[in-house]
Structure formats: C-alpha cells, structure tokens
C-alpha cells in the first residue's frame, strides 16, 4: 500500500468527532480480475491484498480515538475471510487479516448504523458470493454488532436470501428500529418469522424488490448451492432426478403477519425502488407501495450453472414466466418445469391485505396514509 495513502488513513485518529465512514471499492468481481492479463491470478490476490491492509489501516485508525457509529460498505466481497495462495508475503497478510477480525469486533460493537451494498452482478454455484452471505456477513460482521444496532441496510444488484442463502437464524437485534432489504428472495416462512423477532422495536421496514419464490426446480447434483429445497415445501422430482418444490405462502399473508405482529411499525416501503443506485436514501425515503407482477418469481437452479447473468430467478407476467437478469425481465425460460407451478392467482387478496397494513400504520401515525401505486418501468442498468 502507498505511504500516501496509509499517512491519510492514520490521519483519521485526528478526527475526534468522526461518526460516519462510506468506503467504496472497485465494483468487478474476482471472474473478471483473473482475466485481466497474463499473471491476472497474482493481480487478484494484491487487489485482495489491498482490500485487507486499507480495510486494517482503516479501522485501526477510528478504533479508539473517533466516535464512528455509522458504517457504509460497498462492494465489499468476501476479503474478510481470504487466505492468500500467491503472495510471497501471505503469512504476514493471514496474520494481519486475524487483526482486522479483532479490530472490527472491537468496532461493530459499538455500531449503530451498517449499510452494506453488494459487490457482484452474478452469482457463481462455486463462488465466494455464498459464503460471504452464508457465513461472513451474518458471523464476522452483522454478528459483533447485534446488541447496538439500530439500523440496518443491506442493498444488491442480485437476488439473494434464498440463493446465496443467508443464514440469519443466530442473529437478532434487541434495538432495531429501522431495516432495509434490496432483492431479497422469500422462500420458506422462517425468513419473515425473523423479521417478526423484532416487534419489540421495528418502527420502518422497506422491501425493495424482495419477491417470494412461489416454487423453484433444484438440480440434481453435490455441487449445487442451496443443496436442499427450502423447508415446508411441497416436493415432487423429474425424471433426471430434479427436485421441484413449491412454496404455497403469498403476499397477503406477509402483509397480515406484518400489520399484526409489528405494532410499533410506522413506515412501509414496497415495491420496486432501485436502491442499490439511489444515495440519498433516509430511513424516511418513499418510493411508495407497489404491487409489481415481479412480487412473485421462480427459482431455476439447472440454469445458473451456465448462464453468464444472474437467471436462477423467473418472474411471472401476468401467467407467463420470463426469466430475469440484472437487465430487467427476458422472454422464454424454463416454460417445462414451470407446468408443475401454477402461476398466483391472488391479486385482489394482496391488494386487500396490503391496503390493511396501511390503514393500521395509518392509524398509528395520526392518519396520513400511503396510496398503493402502479409499478414504475425499470430503467436498464448496465
């Protein structure tokens, strides 16, 4: 790392009153990097490299001396957990990364704001996209700052939740008033029950493109992740040894648990906001209630193996699936498998429920009420 840059990181301890950090990285993911140049493997592990000593120099410096309670985090991939192959200084970096895990305990403990944008356009089946949600962000960050907590942001370009799967059954924060989800897939009733945990103290919750999984097609194979359809799930298999799996939970029963089981809830969002590219994002910030086609989708595993865009999820229009991509929605997937998931058929009932919720934050605000609106035609994102 350049002199330069670690005077200016040390130089941070001077800054008493400091409360916030946003560390922004390069945004390509490790695929891309290998393919830069001839040597690219050793180019990935020095950028991996400078990830771990800036992220070290970083938090040592606002350790003790500042009063940081916010942190912003994008495009952070799994670095926290990285083990160096062709560095020739790997075990000086493996023991500094043993430091960054202590000195970043020693940090979130005291957090009370963490919003995390994530780093990837597509999930690869054997990449470390999996663990980071399964395991590094749940264990080694979100986990040394549960008991201060108050607000939580966590925004992607890709779906997640289901597949990567995020392992949120040890988590719980006792004071979190306000949480923001970005492209969060439902699929097993567990998901919302966390959710739930929080009545105590959940005041504003938005779900931005967070659509159930109404059934998905798990291919037959070892080296598949998620290896298991989701639990309370109706099974059938094809005949190459697929297993299909449906998820009967819609809308209106999360808009009734949600009006029912969060009391002190006083701010909603639902729809499609496209938060990962809005920065101006306040706990407060409205981009309404809508109904999208794109609530509910399908989950085909068999074609993620292959496909160079995120596409294990397909979005019903009206009766017809598409598959989707970070591109928008794409005609003509999986139309085989999904014969043996019927398409919802619940738009009055979603409306009704949700329509319920807001009349009970309404009445708990003092009558101002949110209008359920048309969903907006998503922009293209390259």
Same mark, same amino acid.
């Given at each position: 790392?350049?002199?330069?840059?670690?005077?200016i990181?040390?130089?941070?301890?001077?800054?008493?009153?400091?409360?916030?950090?946003?560390?922004?990285?390069?945004?390509? /993911?490790?695929?891309? *990097?290998?393919?830069?140049?001839?040597? %690219?493997? =050793?180019?990935?592990?020095? !950028?991996?490299? $400078?990830?771990?000593?800036?992220?070290?120099?970083?938090?040592?410096?606002?350790?003790?001396?500042?009063?940081?309670?916010?942190?912003?985090?994008e495009?952070?991939?799994?670095d926290?957990?990285?083990?160096?192959?062709?560095?020739?200084?790997?075990?000086?970096?493996?023991?500094?990364?043993?430091?960054?895990?202590?000195?970043?305990?020693?940090?979130?403990?005291?957090?009370?704001?963490?919003?995390?944008?994530?780093?990837?356009?597509?999930?690869?089946?054997?990449?470390?996209?999996?663990?980071?949600?399964?395991?590094?962000?749940?264990?080694?960050?979100?986990?040394?700052?549960?008991?201060?907590l108050?607000?939580?942001?966590?925004?992607?370009?890709?779906?997640?939740?289901?597949?990567?799967?995020? /392992?949120?059954?040890? *988590?719980?924060?006792?004071?979190?008033? %306000?949480? =923001?989800?970005?492209?969060? !897939?439902?699929? $097993?009733?567990?998901?919302?029950?966390?959710?739930?945990s929080?009545?105590?103290?959940?005041?504003?919750?938005?779900?931005?493109?967070?659509?159930?999984?109404?059934?998905?097609?798990?291919?037959?194979?070892?080296?598949?992740?998620?290896?298991?359809?989701?639990?309370?799930?109706?099974?059938?298999?094809?005949?190459?040894?697929?297993?299909?799996?449906?998820?009967?939970?819609?809308?209106?029963?999360?808009?009734?648990?949600?009006?029912?089981?969060?009391?002190?809830?006083?701010?909603?969002?639902?729809?499609?906001?496209?938060?990962?590219?809005?920065r101006?994002?306040?706990?407060?910030?409205?981009?309404?209630?809508?109904?999208?086609?794109t609530?509910?989708?399908?989950?085909?595993?068999?074609?993620?193996?292959?496909?160079?865009?995120?596409?294990?999820?397909?979005?019903?229009?009206?009766?017809?699936?598409?598959?989707?991509?970070?591109?928008?929605?794409?005609?003509?997937?999986?139309?085989?498998?999904?014969?043996?998931?019927?398409?919802?058929?619940c738009?009055?009932?979603?409306?009704?429920?949700?329509?319920?919720?807001?009349?009970?934050?309404?009445?708990?605000?003092?009558?101002?009420?949110?209008?359920?609106?048309?969903?907006?035609?998503?922009?293209?994102?390259?």
């Amino acid at each position: 790392m350049p002199s330069e840059v670690e005077s200016i990181l040390f130089s941070l301890a001077g800054f008493g009153k400091l409360q916030h950090i946003d560390l922004k990285f390069w945004k390509q /993911n490790d695929t891309y *990097l290998r393919t830069l140049h001839i040597g %690219s493997a =050793t180019a990935y592990g020095k !950028t991996v490299n $400078f990830r771990v000593r800036l992220l070290h120099r970083l938090l040592s410096a606002v350790e003790w001396k500042t009063k940081v309670t916010s942190i912003t985090l994008e495009n952070l991939k799994d670095d926290l957990t990285y083990v160096p192959v062709h560095d020739l200084h790997g075990s000086e970096l493996e023991l500094e990364n043993k430091d960054l895990h202590s000195i970043l305990r020693r940090v979130l403990f005291r957090l009370e704001c963490f919003e995390l944008r994530a780093a990837v356009d597509d999930i690869e089946l054997d990449g470390s996209e999996h663990h980071f949600f399964n395991t590094t962000l749940p264990s080694n960050i979100l986990g040394y700052a549960t008991s201060t907590l108050r607000t939580l942001k966590l925004f992607s370009k890709f779906y997640w939740g289901y597949h990567p799967s995020f /392992n949120f059954s040890a *988590l719980h924060f006792p004071c979190l008033k %306000s949480l =923001t989800l970005e492209k969060f !897939t439902f699929a $097993f009733d567990a998901q919302l029950s966390w959710i739930l945990s929080h009545q105590d103290t959940l005041e504003s919750l938005t779900l931005d493109d967070c659509p159930i999984i109404i059934g998905g097609r798990t291919p037959n194979g070892k080296h598949y992740r998620p290896a298991k359809a989701p639990p309370s799930s109706q099974l059938s298999q094809t005949q190459e040894g697929d297993l299909i799996w449906i998820y009967e939970t819609r809308w209106h029963s999360y808009f009734k648990l949600l009006a029912e089981g969060l009391p002190h809830l006083r701010f909603f969002n639902f729809g499609e906001g496209d938060l990962y590219y809005e920065r101006n994002f306040t706990d407060d910030y409205e981009f309404g209630l809508q109904l999208a086609d794109t609530r509910y989708c399908v989950f085909d595993g068999q074609r993620s193996c292959h496909d160079e865009t995120f596409c294990e999820l397909s979005s019903y229009i009206g009766r017809k699936a598409v598959r989707y991509d970070i591109r928008g929605p794409r005609p003509g997937a999986w139309e085989q498998a999904t014969r043996d998931i019927p398409p919802p058929a619940c738009e009055r009932e979603d409306a009704e429920a949700l329509q319920d919720l807001i009349d009970a934050i309404a009445k708990r605000i003092g009558g101002h009420k949110l209008m359920i609106t048309k969903a907006k035609e998503k922009p293209l994102r390259h």
